[in-house]
C-alpha cells in the first residue's frame, strides 16, 4: 500500500527562524511529489518534484526531493506569521488515476 | 480566472436526505477527483474521473456516487448520508496524466450529517 508520512506533526517556531518539513514514502512507482500549503481551506500549490537532487525554490520556500531515500523536504527560511498553515505533502503514483497519497500533513505555526 | 468551484460551502444535513455536493471547473480539465479530510487521517480519494462518462472508484468510496456528463462538472452525491460522512470535501481537477502536474483544488464543503 501506497504511504507518505511527513513529521513532525506540528512545529511551533518565532518570526524569523529556519524551518525543515520533512516527508518520507513507499509507493510502488512514484511519478512525482508535491508539497501544498492549506490555511483556511483549499490545498494551494508549492512545488512539484520529479528528479533527485534538484532544487526548487520560490522567495523564501525550498523543496528537494531525495528518490534513492525515499523522501524530501520543504525548507522554510525567515518564516513570518502568514507562513502558518498545514503543509501537506503528497505523492502521485505511475498509473491512470493521477491520483494524490497524502500524508497527514505537518501544522506550522509562527509566533511574532 | 482559472478555479474550481464547489457548492455549498457548508452544509448540516439529517441522516438519510440525500445531496448533492457541486464541482465546477473552468480549465477544461480531463481529470476530478474528490477528497474528505478528516483529523489524524489526512486526504483520502473518494471517486475519481479521467474524462466525461469515465469514473472510477477511489480509497473510501462506500457511500458516494458521483458522475461525469459534462467535462466541467463533476457532483458527488450521498443517497443516505450517514454521520460518519461528517467531514471536509474537496474537489480537485488537473490536465491528462501525461503532462503530469499539479491538482487544483476547491475551498472546500463542510458537511455535518446529523
Known amino acids: 500500500e501506497d504511504k507518505v508520512v511527513q513529521s513532525p506533526l506540528s512545529l511551533v517556531v518565532h518570526e524569523g527562524d529556519t524551518v525543515t518539513l520533512n516527508c518520507s514514502y513507499e509507493?510502488?512507482?512514484?511519478?512525482?511529489l508535491l508539497w501544498y500549503k492549506q490555511e483556511k481551506k483549499a490545498p494551494t500549490f508549492l512545488f512539484m518534484l520529479?528528479?533527485?537532487?534538484i532544487e526548487k525554490k520560490s522567495g523564501r520556500l525550498s523543496s528537494i526531493l531525495d528518490k534513492k531515500e525515499l523522501f524530501s523536504i520543504l525548507n522554510i527560511t525567515a518564516t513570518q506569521t502568514g507562513d502558518s498553515a498545514v503543509y501537506l505533502c503528497?505523492?502521485?503514483?505511475?498509473?491512470?488515476?493521477?491520483?494524490?497519497?497524502f500524508g497527514k500533513g505537518t501544522k506550522l505555526t509562527v509566533n511574532p | 480566472e482559472a478555479q474550481v468551484t464547489q457548492n455549498p460551502r457548508y452544509l448540516i444535513t439529517v441522516t438519510g436526505k440525500k445531496l448533492t455536493v457541486t464541482c465546477s471547473q473552468n480549465?477544461?480539465?480531463?481529470?476530478m477527483s474528490w477528497y474528505r479530510q478528516d483529523p489524524g487521517l489526512g486526504l483520502r480519494q473518494i471517486y475519481y474521473?479521467?474524462?466525461?462518462?469515465?469514473?472510477d472508484k477511489g480509497d473510501v468510496p462506500e457511500g458516494y456516487k458521483v458522475s461525469r456528463k459534462e467535462k466541467r462538472n463533476f457532483p458527488l452525491i450521498l443517497e443516505s448520508p450517514s454521520p460518519n460522512q461528517t467531514s471536509l470535501y474537496f474537489c480537485?481537477?488537473?490536465?491528462?496524466?501525461?503532462?503530469?502536474?499539479?491538482?487544483?483544488f476547491g475551498q472546500g464543503t463542510r458537511l455535518t450529517v446529523v
Open positions: 480537485a481537477s488537473s490536465t491528462n496524466r501525461q503532462k503530469n502536474t499539479e491538482a487544483f
Open positions: 509507493v510502488t512507482n512514484f511519478r512525482s
Open positions: 474521473s479521467m474524462n466525461v462518462e469515465v469514473t
Open positions: 480549465m477544461n480539465h480531463e481529470y
Open positions: 503528497a505523492v502521485k503514483p505511475q498509473g491512470g488515476s493521477e491520483k494524490l497519497v
Open positions: 520529479t528528479s533527485s537532487g
